[in-house]
């Protein structure tokens, strides 16, 4: 079994995460700062947002650290998955505030307080907008080009924190130029609504990795570096599996090879098989084969030359596809990997 982490990305995850509480801090000053001068819903339902986003960024910055913890003793699958807790609770965070954005906004609605200094409020959620979106686009590189799921969470949030601030400042515009003030406590329900939406999904979308739900794009790109590094006498992948425990991938799979390969030969030549993959595979992990001998019933598929035990003529290799990674053997071998009959 080949293992590879990167120490490095662990490095870059934490800076971000950094950067992320700072800033997420200073955006919501000014948002505050912002509903103080306007008095207005629409604003406050902003600010709200904001509050989620300076709590779930220090959340993130301990998650963060805990995820990066090598493996252990009462941990051997490391601690990546703390990372979807993060993301998660982000998600809970978000729906939470929607809730008190749109009980705060029909109590507006039902009291008639009309906002005050739109304008000057309007710019400065702008500039915190401009803020969010220089930081959501950042984070959201970071986190998948070093593989956490708590920082691309975050990004995604604060870049619908930005659509959101955006909807606010479009709204508070009509209010300014229609002099309707019902207007603004409506436009904070939509926001509330936006946001329940999108908490919602993230919470799902982390639930997904808790469980181990399938991932299409990692399994795609596991297909392409086990189809890019394979050589004769790796004949065929099958019942692949994988554990995802943040940015650290634990593969399972049973990988078939001549039967008449004797176990140095069988340890060598997988060892080089695994390490290639892992290194092409973008993120950090480790596989561990079950090694089928070939029972002469994949002769077709095999392109081993001089095969001493060949009964039947190579015509094509089978292609590493999801399908067929995850599926079991093909039809034509199925009896004899479930008897053992040659």
Same mark, same amino acid.
């Given at each position: 079994m080949v293992t590879v982490a990167s120490t490095s990305s662990e490095k870059f995850r934490n800076r971000a995460a950094w950067i992320s509480a700072a800033a997420s801090l200073a955006i919501f000053l000014l948002k505050i700062g912002a509903y103080r001068l306007t008095g207005s819903a629409a604003v406050l339902s902003d600010a709200? $947002?904001?509050? +989620?986003?300076v709590v779930a960024s220090i959340v993130a910055l301990f998650v963060i650290r805990f995820a990066s913890q090598p493996a252990d003793h009462e941990h051997p699958y490391g601690h990546g998955k703390a990372e979807y807790f993060s993301a998660a609770f982000e998600g809970g965070l978000i729906f939470f505030a929607a809730l008190m954005i749109i009980g705060e906004s029909v109590k507006a609605l039902l009291m008639h307080e009309p906002a005050q200094k739109l304008?000057?409020?309007? @710019?400065?959620?702008?500039?915190?907008?401009?803020?969010n979106l220089v930081l959501g686009i950042f984070l959201k590189r970071v986190g998948r080009k070093h593989h956490s799921e708590a920082l691309v969470a975050s990004g995604?949030?604060?870049? %619908?924190? +930005?659509t959101t601030t955006v909807g606010v400042m479009v709204g508070l515009g009509l209010v300014i130029w229609t002099k309707i003030p019902w207007l603004d406590p409506a436009i904070a329900i939509l926001v509330g609504l936006q946001l329940a939406w999108q908490g919602?999904?993230? +919470?799902?979308? %982390?639930?997904?990795?808790? @469980? *181990? $739900?399938?991932?299409?794009?990692?399994? $795609?790109?596991?297909?392409?570096?086990?189809?890019k590094n394979r050589h004769p006498g790796i004949i065929d992948i099958h019942h692949l599996r994988i554990i995802r425990s943040g940015s650290f991938h634990h593969v399972d799979a049973h990988l078939v090879v001549p039967e008449y390969w004797d176990v140095l030969k069988t340890h060598t030549e997988t060892t080089a098989f695994e390490g290639k993959v892992v290194q092409d595979y973008p993120f950090d992990g480790e596989i561990a084969f079950h090694v089928d001998p070939c029972k002469k019933s994949y002769c077709e598929i095999c392109n081993v030359e001089n095969c001493p035990i060949r009964r039947a003529p190579f015509?094509?290799?089978?292609?590493?596809? +999801?399908?067929? @990674?995850? *599926?079991?053997p093909t039809p034509t071998n199925q009896l004899a990997y479930e008897t053992g009959n040659r």
């Open positions: 709200l $947002e904001s509050i +989620v986003n304008e000057i409020g309007v @710019l400065i959620i702008g500039v915190a907008a401009a803020l995604a949030h604060v870049i %619908s924190d +930005v919602s999904k993230i +919470v799902r979308s %982390s639930w997904g990795g808790l @469980l *181990d $739900e399938m991932d299409e794009g990692a399994l $795609e790109n596991l297909a392409q570096s086990l189809e015509q094509s290799l089978r292609p590493f596809t +999801v399908k067929s @990674l995850t *599926d079991g």
